[in-house]
């Protein structure tokens, strides 16, 4: 047999180094991480790009800080912009033409409290207020009277009072005020991770205070996101998340405010306007974060008698709970992802079935 001439030898030698050549310039873009911090909201959101170009990924993080920016001022309840001007129209008892991405979230947050019976509902700005949570820091002194708490819920400002008429909106009770802080977080993600794919970014992470969506993998691995233990400092598990996911936490650990050794935090009840007291923090794992920041606050108002109910008709399957008692209940869909932070969970973890939920046509648009 002949063996491979110089030229051969040669070209096979050449091929070789621009495969390795190949495979080091795909391996260094890999390795290459952008991150950006912003603050909105009321929390910082970090931005993380990896496996992108520095250009490409400053073009699309300063693409997603205008979004989130814009959506910071059209969508707060209290300081002057769309939201804030709706809520005036409201109370005047007035049809308000919004902009179409207002539009759109409102019908979703409408679709979201109907599928919770209620307990999500963003028209209880009111009673947010009532309470001192509609700024960014804690309220100070005395809780409100009960008298002005009942006369808010004898109101009965509800999300479902809203007359969505495309862009034009009313409602039939001037007592609805929208403050959109229990499900925001998750919907500016969802419209900031779609402005990164629009950009074509494949592999990025958004952090709103432990709130997370992701996109692809981090490098060769998964992105891995921890759960905050409510009582102590540290994570009480972790869990890896698959492209597309989501984690959402909603918990009485972080707003609140105490008053003659009582703690009241800013999850409020609809139904009795008081604050949640028996649940401390309920996490939920999805593919949609609006979804997920709207079950995870209505799931801690309904309790431990009443949340497996409210997620099978939500459409969450993943979710963890822990009690004021320390107890952990979850569903066999999130306990088969979760990473025990130490070594083990505790005693107290109680696996909870869900029912079978029938769709609501009541709650559709």
């Not at 207002?102 to 999500?120: M, N, T, V």
């Not at 004021?324 to 909870?352: I, N, Y």
Request: glycine content about 10%; aromatic content about 6%; overall charge negative.
């Amino acid at each position: 047999m002949k063996r491979p001439g110089a030229r051969i030898l040669a070209l096979w030698a050449a091929a070789l180094l621009t495969v390795i050549a190949f495979a080091a310039a795909q391996a260094a873009r890999n390795d290459q991480v952008h991150r950006e911090t912003l603050y909105v909201f009321g929390t910082l959101v970090e931005i993380e790009i990896r496996g992108e170009q520095r250009d490409t990924a400053l073009t699309a993080t300063a693409a997603v800080g205008q979004v989130l920016q814009q959506l910071h001022r059209d969508w707060h309840a209290w300081r002057p912009g769309a939201l804030n001007d709706l809520n005036a129209a409201i109370a005047r008892g007035e049809a308000h033409a919004v902009d179409p991405r207002l539009a759109g979230i409102l019908h979703e947050a409408r679709r979201l409290s109907c599928e919770s019976g209620g307990l999500f509902d963003p028209a209880i700005g009111a009673l947010v207020a009532l309470w001192g949570f509609h700024a960014d820091t804690p309220p100070q002194g005395a809780p409100p009277s009960p008298e002005s708490v009942a006369a808010l819920v004898a109101a009965r400002p509800r999300i479902t009072d809203l007359h969505l008429d495309g862009t034009d909106i009313r409602s039939a009770n001037p007592a609805v005020q929208l403050d959109l802080g229990g499900f925001a977080k998750g919907a500016a993600l969802d419209l900031a991770a779609a402005e990164l794919r629009a950009r074509g970014i494949d592999n990025a992470v958004l952090n709103a205070g432990g709130d997370v969506n992701v996109l692809g993998t981090h490098g060769r691995r998964p992105w891995r996101v921890a759960i905050r233990d409510p009582f102590v400092w540290g994570a009480v598990a972790a869990l890896s998340l698959r492209p597309g996911e989501v984690l959402y936490t909603s918990g009485n650990y972080e707003r609140y405010f105490e008053h003659e050794g009582e703690r009241f935090a800013h999850i409020i009840d609809p139904r009795t306007g008081y604050p949640v007291r028996e649940i401390v923090s309920v996490s939920v794992l999805d593919t949609d974060g609006a979804r997920a920041d709207a079950a995870a606050t209505a799931l801690a108002v309904a309790g431990r008698a009443d949340w497996a109910r409210v997620a099978a008709a939500m459409g969450v399957s993943a979710v963890l709970m822990i009690t004021d008692t320390g107890e952990l209940l979850v569903t066999q869909a999130m306990l088969d992802r979760l990473d025990p932070a130490g070594e083990g969970f505790p005693d107290k973890v109680m696996v909870v079935d869900l029912p079978d939920a029938a769709p609501n046509p009541a709650c559709d648009g």
